[in-house]
């Protein structure tokens, strides 16, 4: 026989009266990001949006298939995005820390987390320098919720 789960341990989904994020939207030097982790986030001619990257003039929509989501144990979710996808050159990677989030009621809560940017060196970049991964981190903060989504 198994004890059962307390509050502190359980599932966010398994505590009574709370309900999980559909959306999140967050920002921070000059990078604005919405994240719908049940895949369904706004409709285009592609299909639904999975997460948005606004930096500078630079903005960006993934779908599924463009998108890594990895639940990590003790960590969140991780969601990776190529932001410049190369063969035979540096590229660059965002992966989105995804804290667990429950919402009491169904109101919306304020979150802060990290996006961690990440140049990969191609492999004719920096001979003499052996690390092939460069990683920036940015702060970020913003509102976790469920309700609905943007058009």
């Known amino acids: 026989m198994t004890a059962p789960q307390t509050a502190s341990n359980a599932a966010p989904e398994a505590i009574s009266g709370t309900i999980l994020p559909n959306q999140f939207h967050l920002h921070g030097h000059s990078i604005r990001i919405s ?19 606004r930096h500078a003039n630079q903005t960006m929509t993934f779908r599924q298939k463009q998108t890594e989501v990895v639940p990590v144990a003790g960590l969140g979710t991780c969601v990776t995005v190529t932001i410049r996808p190369t063969i035979d050159a540096d590229s660059i990677t ?3 820390l995804i804290p667990r989030v429950v919402l009491a009621a169904g109101q919306p809560a304020t979150v802060q987390t ?7 060196h191609g492999p004719d970049s ?21 309700g609905p989504l943007p058009l």
């Open 126 to 146: 920096g001979f003499g320098d052996p690390q092939r991964d460069d990683y920036t981190v940015t702060a970020l903060t913003g509102q976790a919720s469920n």
């Open 35 to 53: 994240y719908y982790p049940g895949g369904a986030g706004p409709l285009t001619t592609d299909g639904p949006i999975i997460l948005a990257y």
């Open 114 to 120: 990290e996006l961690i940017t990440t140049l990969h």
């Open 94 to 96: 965002a992966t989105l």
